[in-house]
């Protein structure tokens, strides 16, 4: 099917969502921050990525950026679970880029896949 980036510092989020994301039949490559997934969509083409927000190296917002400057039609969900009432809304800024579907963590299959599909109908 699809061509899908993961991007997450932490190891069980990846390996959690490519498992569910294999099992649709998408082909699944993980990077742990936003330079790795930035170097290996240049090096590999992707049909979306999926991004968390808060990351060391490069966080997640710098990753959108630096992907709508160099890919301005890749397909893009931003993920996070700092939602909290005194921090800024990042999920809510990443959210009002360019296309960008949002996703709270945590989150179920069902929404997860829900956020796939509404990725590939932007």
Do not use: N
């Amino acid at each position: 099917m699809a061509r899908i980036l993961v991007v997450d510092d932490e190891p069980p989020i990846r390996s959690t969502v490519r498992a569910v994301l294999e099992h649709d039949g998408h082909d699944v490559t993980e990077a742990e921050d936003g330079l790795a997934a930035l170097d290996l969509c240049k090096a590999t083409p992707m049909d979306l990525v999926i991004t968390d927000l808060f990351m060391p190296v490069m966080d997640g917002l710098e990753l959108i950026v630096q992907l709508r400057e160099e890919f301005p039609d890749m397909k893009i969900v931003a993920i996070s679970g700092a939602m909290y009432d005194k921090r800024p809304r990042f999920l809510e800024m990443a959210g009002r880029m360019a296309s960008v579907i949002t996703l709270a963590k945590p989150h179920t299959v069902d929404e997860l896949r829900d956020a796939v599909q509404r990725a590939f109908d932007s």
